[in-house]
């Protein structure tokens, strides 16, 4: 993906997620980099994605640990700032070019020590 179209997903992401907030919706539900999908014009658009909710009831509100935030992992509740940390890891993720697979995290590792730094790494 070249530069410019990673900036304007991102900045998509950014105005969705303030937009929701601004209703009043504050949004968490397995934000990540599967539920971007592109309409036929190549416009960023979000996917599947649900309203937070309270994780106490035993349900599994996220199925990618990568953009899972830790106070979840930690104690099983989302707060409206878990949204915070998703969308952070969305755009390490969009910005650093390197995909974070599902499987690669489990709920006893985090994501960065996969993605390091790379100097060498020209973005198109």
Request: proline content about 5%; some cysteine.
């Amino acid at each position: 993906m070249k530069w410019a179209m990673r900036l304007r997903v991102a900045l998509y992401l950014a105005q969705a997620l303030e937009y929701c907030s601004s209703k009043g919706r504050a949004l968490y539900h397995d934000l990540n980099a599967y539920r971007i999908l592109f309409d036929q014009d190549g416009n960023p658009r979000l996917s599947c994605f649900g309203m937070m909710k309270n994780s106490r009831d035993g349900k599994s509100y996220s199925t990618n640990l990568a953009f899972t935030p830790p106070e979840y992992l930690r104690t099983g509740r989302v707060t409206a700032e878990s949204v915070v940390y998703s969308f952070g890891t969305l755009l390490l993720d969009l910005l650093s070019g390197k995909h974070i697979p599902p499987s690669h995290v489990t709920d006893s590792c985090f994501i960065f020590p996969y993605l390091r730094f790379d100097s060498n790494m020209v973005l198109s």
